[in-house]
């Protein structure tokens, strides 16, 4: 596909208000996952992202992203499938969180858009015993996996074209983490009026800018995200298509779960939630940035992480590490484009991390996943000092 740039226009793509500047972060990754390191991926692998915001619904958006570039990525480029039972972090929560808005009671058919491996769809078949469970996953890597669960995977981006496909109507429609990856909100809410019958729940799950904005995260700011949303924010969106908010949550990783119900009738007049503060947001970026190049300054390093928050690290403090590893084995021996180091196992990592170089090796965890990932480390017999994203140090 040719890619093309796209801009949005002036006006917020959620209530049409006027924009403000909030964010701009230059020589930002632009692939976040990493390749087999035979692979031939073309540059240039950097770009200067910036992002608005919107006063009126707390929305944060790329004023400019390159459509046909991103839909490379996501069908080509995009995260590496873990072995079943490996970060289990975020589906856990967002089986949890349906379980506490009383969502897994018996269902007939579920659609889960941008399926990834098919995992939790599957899951949720069981829970619900759904008799068709339908996935649109545009990555190849993963809808294989999907279709070896026994799910009916298409393998495409979705849309209003999306109900053409011969299934039945779904009485649950979910996405996660994918909503602040679409173009054309109107495209994608029609897809899923068509897909959906007069009683389904739909379920939401993205970044939650209330969260990160108040922590001063960068972790939603990464050039697939051309959204980042707030809880007014999608409120706000789901509404002006005739969705109302009925349950919400945010995990303590900082994901916002939402249940919307369909209503009957346009409905009027603005959300009750208030917006996040976001001022001063670049200062504090520019203010971590700097920090946490004096933490690495003169220090070995091993990231355990090898996805999106570990490629952002990389470029943020202007080097690689010395050894990258991950606690998925299917990334070992692959490469982020553009460059040199080779994803290691854990192991390997910590054992050439004590030979020959006195210097002292700092582990940062550049991932999510710290709570998975910590008691492994301590598995492994590390004892030296560890840190997070946010450059906190971990016991």
Not at 65 to 82: C, K, M, N, V
Not at 240 to 261: E, H, K, M, P
Request: hydrophobic residues 40%.
């Amino acid at each position: 596909m040719t890619a093309t740039t796209s801009t949005q226009d002036a006006s917020c793509p959620v209530c049409g208000d006027a924009p403000d500047s909030l964010l701009s972060l230059s020589n930002q990754p632009i692939y976040q996952h990493p390749v087999p390191a035979e692979a031939q991926v073309p540059g240039p692998y950097t770009v200067d992202l910036a992002w608005v915001r919107c006063v009126a619904c707390a929305h944060a958006w790329q004023a400019k992203f390159d459509e046909g570039l991103l839909e490379s990525i996501y069908r080509s480029h995009y995260y590496t499938p873990a072995p079943d039972g490996i970060a289990l972090q975020f589906r856990n929560d967002f089986l949890s969180a349906l379980e506490s808005f009383g969502l897994t009671a018996t269902r007939t058919a579920l659609l889960e858009i941008g399926a990834s491996d098919g995992e939790v769809l599957a899951a949720m078949k069981v829970r619900t015993g759904a008799r068709e469970a339908y996935a649109f996953e545009p990555n190849r890597e993963n809808a294989i996996i999907a279709r070896s669960r026994g799910l009916q995977v298409y393998e495409s981006f979705f849309g209003r074209n999306s109900a053409r496909e011969e299934f039945d109507k779904v009485d649950m429609v979910y996405a996660r983490h994918v909503i602040e990856h679409i173009f054309d909100f109107a495209d994608f809410f029609a897809g899923i009026d068509d897909a959906a019958g007069p009683n389904a729940d739909l379920i939401l799950e993205t970044p939650s800018l209330d969260h990160h904005g108040s922590l001063g995260s960068l972790a939603p700011f990464h050039i697939e995200h051309v959204h980042v949303f707030s809880l007014r924010s999608l409120a706000t969106l789901a509404q002006r298509f005739g969705w109302r908010l009925t349950q919400n949550l945010v995990t303590a990783d900082g994901n916002l779960i939402a249940a919307f119900r369909r209503e009957c009738k346009p409905i009027a007049g603005d959300v009750e939630y208030a917006g996040p503060s976001l001022d001063g947001l670049q200062t504090a970026t520019d203010t971590f940035h700097r920090r946490l190049r004096s933490l690495v300054n003169g220090r070995r390093l091993i990231f355990w992480g090898a996805g999106s928050a570990g490629i952002g690290v990389a470029r943020t403090i202007g080097r690689e590490p010395d050894y990258w590893t991950d606690g998925n084995p299917n990334k070992f021996g692959k490469k982020f484009p553009g460059l040199a180091s080779e994803i290691i196992s854990p192991e390997e990592a910590f054992a050439k991390s004590k030979l020959g170089d006195t210097r002292d090796t700092l582990l940062i965890i550049a991932s999510s996943f710290v709570r998975e990932i910590l008691p492994r480390v301590r598995q492994l017999g590390w004892s030296g000092e560890i840190i997070d994203l946010n450059g906190n140090r971990l016991p």
